[in-house]
């Protein structure tokens, strides 16, 4: 049909035109626009008009007005009208008129293919069979399918081209699959899916790609577990009246003794607490006596074999006299015997030691510091010579113990006095790891370190009580009332009794530092301090505020001072100015004096002989002197730390057997037994004259001060 | 009528007397034992007459409490042999005439 496509094609040429004269309707419009608005829009409404295309058709109202009726057809106005073709059965030139209107922008191929074209029948058709035959083989049989299905396709490929080919265009097979879709959509509309495995989809073969990959498979592990069955018991038994009655007889007569026991319980624990003031509860009861049972075996076993090990030294501590003093004249030695060192107490100094009275073989020790820098924690250790290996009890303390002293009649109370100013009592009798009492500093401590303690005879209360010293200046007597510490200041130490001009007029005191004191043996209110200036101030209990006497002692602080067991009124000191001195408290000049060219550290009178002390000297030496032999030189001095540069701080006399121990500043202590010479007098003491012993022990003395005494000094006796 | 008197005294203070609970037997734990006695001691206490409905409420409530399957016998005069998971026997006497037997075994 030529003619009627050239119709619309004219009709398509005329669209702008149509389209131009819409334009000036809607300028028209505009003008009816500026009518009504005159004032505000003129400029751009004329403007508006004015301007025009120039190849604006220019048409009367009456064209404007008329209607265009234009109408959309499908066909293409690019396909030309007018091809003509020869017939050769006419003979003539005829035009071709079926000219194809499609135009193809956009094909996209499917992936999929309808299962009701051809190709998809025949793919369902052979896979159903397929499966049928064979269901396992069912993961090959989509290859084999695809396979077949490539071949059928080419085949169907021509077909469609031709079909293309005849229809005058050149697209290739991709349009006529593309028709077969559309006629595919069409027909699933229309038609149920087959049911025969309505899962499978059908590929397109040459727009589909299948990828598999296989991953590991995972074993599968079977776990199993039989269980034990319950336990099982059998148990029988047979009960009647008589039985039921039985029990209960019984059970009643068992809690009736139970009672009677339980009364009979409660008295004899409350007896052992009063007897030993360890059990405190009735609860505990079993496990302490274990405990208590089991602890006791031990201390026999550890004695026992430390009665092997240490087997010879006992034997020289009992049996062995040094047969070479013979030969030494007046000189003697000192054999070491046990050696006792505690792991914790390897960095503190040996501050303090003490023989307790009752237990010949118990002493206490107290470690601490005295450098002043580096104060630490403070130990106090007690030994018996059975067991050297480990201390019999130990005490620890947060500042260094200073001193200590064992009460005479109650031997189990040790009085402790502390660097921080602090005193304590340590109660043995008890488990507990604190101390009894303790001062603080609400009940008058000191501020100072406490040098000295000494037990006192219970008061007119009968009260125990003690006295401390310290370098604050303060002597104070502590009295033990009930559970408290109370204390008292028995005198205030001021030095030479002279006040320092403070500023602004301010009387300051100053106090005399003491270090040292000792209590006359029978004169009870008697007693002398040794201070750090090194004046030895004799003072009475009963004035507080006056000394009874000042000896101008030493040029340093005084270490130690004591009174002669015997002698009732000689007393020594030592000093760091390398002296031990020996005075009469009447005589304010010393009677005796030893340089023993380095500091003295402690003194000791020997308890059996009223001529026999040991001193010991910051450079580790031990020297025993007895004055009946020689008034001059010692008897013995003997480096007794292993260690140079170690000090040893203390000494003291065992109360019977000929042996002293020797404290230093690595903790260690050392006994050592006394040769033959350094104790002549004793062997001679033994047997008849026991009761006369002291009598010629202060005669002894006596004879020996009448020589240097100076005549004038005798009325004073 | 002296000795009659005196024998329903005797009666009335062992009745008095032999009012608690007497385990004779029992491997339960302590926690469990001492339940399951209150337990019995309930029961018996609430259906004094009846002691089957007494070994039914024991039984019901320890299968409740520690699960199937319990077993309880009361009575006053019995023989018997069982068998019974371990830790779970409570053999005991109540009331001066009462023996209670409780196990599981399931």
Partial sequence: MPPKAADKRRQGQGGPSGGKAGKAGKAGHKKKAENDFPETGEDWSTGRAAIKSPDQLDLTENELEKEVIRTLTANNPHIPQNIVRFSFKERAYKLVDNMDQTAIHFTLNGYLIHKDSDEGRRQSIRSSTEAEETPVEEEKAPVEASAEATEEAETKDEESTEDAEAAGEGEGGGEGEGEGEQEAEAAEAEEPPPLKAPERKLANQFNFIERGSTTYRNPLREKGLQTDPAPFETFSENVNQWFIYDAYMEELERMEKAKEKEKAKPVAAKKDDNKTGRRLSYVELPQVDSLTKVAKAAKIAERMVNLNTYDDIAQDFKYFEDASDEFRGQKGTLLPLWKFQYEKTKKLAVTALSWNPKYKDLFAVGYGSYDFMKQGHGMLLLYTLKNPSFPEYSFSSESGVMCLDFHSDHPHLLAVGFYDGNVAIYNLKKASSQPSYRSSAKSGKHTEPVWQVKWQKDDMDNNSNFFSVSSDGRIVSWTLVKNELVHMDVIKLSADETTMQGPEGLQLQTLGSGTSFDFHKKIDYLFLVGTEEGKIYKCSKTYSSQFLDVFEAHHMAVDSISWNPFHLKVFISCSSDWTVKIWDHTIKTPLFVYDLSTAVGDVAWSPYSSTVFAAVTTDGQAHVFDLNINKLEPLCSQLVVTKKKNKTTHVQFNPVYPIIIVGDERGLITCLKLSPNLRKMPKEKKGQEVKKGPEVEIAKLEKLLSLVREPGSKEEQ | ?106
């Avoid at chain 2, 029961?43 to 007494?54: F, G, I, P, R, V």
């Avoid at chain 2, 039914?56 to 005069?77: L, Q």
């Fill in chain 2, 1 to 106: 009528m002296e000795e009659t008197e005196e024998e329903k005294k005797d009666e009335a203070d062992y009745k008095r007397l032999h009012s608690f609970p007497l385990i004779r037997h029992s491997d339960m734990p302590e926690e469990m034992r001492i339940e399951t006695m209150e337990l019995c001691v309930t029961a018996c206490e609430k259906h004094a007459t009846n002691n089957e409905s007494a070994a039914k409420m024991i039984k019901e409530t320890m299968d409740k409490k520690f699960g199937s399957s319990w077993h309880v016998v009361i009575g006053e005069g019995f023989g018997f042999e069982i068998t019974h998971e371990v830790k779970n026997l409570l053999y005991m006497f109540f009331g001066g005439s009462l023996a209670v037997c409780v196990w599981k075994c399931s």
